[in-house]
Nanobody, 126 residues
Framework: VQLVESGGGWVQTGGSLRLSCAAS????????IGWFRQAPGKEREGVLC????????YYANSVKGRFTISRDNAKNTVYLQMNSLKPEDAAVYYC????????????????????WGQGTQVTVSS
């Protein structure tokens, strides 16, 4: 199982970035995929999850209306579109695979996620 994030970088406040999470080594379409982030000195927090059926679960209220998640099962890739970025969005962003095959919706918490990628850095300047 391998997850590889890309697309991070530097952006000014109000800008946009699209992160990608390329997956391999498992039946991609069977699993929920989540995006998480960790800023320096802070705990890792959940951002968004997309279920195997394409449903969205927001873990961070602060990104509602600005971030969206999507998946392309043909490409084994999940995307995180981040708009109207703020300095407080700066962090290392990780994707992870839910270790449980679920029927419909993402889990409520992050405890069942594993197989973390190496992360991609997002920097937002004010």
């Amino acid at each position: 199982v391998q997850l590889v994030e890309s697309g991070g970088g530097w952006v000014q406040t109000g800008g946009s970035l699209r992160l990608s999470c390329a997956a391999s080594g498992f039946s991609f379409g069977d699993y929920d995929i989540g995006w998480f982030r960790q800023a320096p000195g802070k705990e890792r927090e959940g951002v968004l999850c997309i279920s195997r059926r394409g449903g969205t679960t927001y873990y961070a209220n602060s990104v509602k209306g600005r971030f969206t998640i999507s998946r392309d099962n043909a490409k084994n890739t999940v995307y995180l579109q981040m708009n109207s970025l703020k300095p407080e969005d700066a962090a290392v962003y990780y994707c992870a695979k839910d270790n449980i095959v679920r029927t419909d919706t993402c889990p409520k918490g992050s405890g069942s996620f594993g197989s973390w990628g190496q992360g991609t850095q997002v920097t937002v300047s004010s």
